[in-house]
């Protein structure tokens, strides 16, 4: 949830905001959470280095992830998930849902 946050901080609708934020309380969230990661980062240090991730990939991002002890299989993941966020265009459904099984 962090990381869709985070990719659509500016560019969302209001009804995909409050999606969002319904969703990100159905996980827990509080609002200071949901407010961080729309600024690109986490009180959680693992989360801040997936958010970090996703907004920038690059050579530099992805080495930092790996020595926080990200796997290559994580960092692969969350770039399929930064990359299925940008395409999502003002879709009514937040990108958590795209992913939860019946």
Do not use: K, Y
Not at 23 to 52: K, P, Y
Not at 59 to 79: M, V, Y
């Amino acid at each position: 949830m962090s990381i869709e946050l985070a990719l659509t901080a500016n560019s969302a609708s209001p009804n995909l905001l409050t999606q969002q934020e319904e969703a990100g309380r159905a996980l827990g969230m509080t609002g200071a959470e949901m407010d961080i990661a729309r600024q690109g980062s986490s009180f959680d240090f693992e989360t801040s280095v997936a958010v970090s991730l996703a907004l920038h990939a690059c050579r530099e991002t992805h080495q930092r992830a790996l020595r926080a002890g990200f796997s290559e299989e994580t960092c692969a993941e969350i770039g399929f998930i930064s990359q299925a966020c940008r395409s999502q265009s003002d879709d009514s459904v937040p990108l958590e849902a795209t992913f939860s099984t019946p």
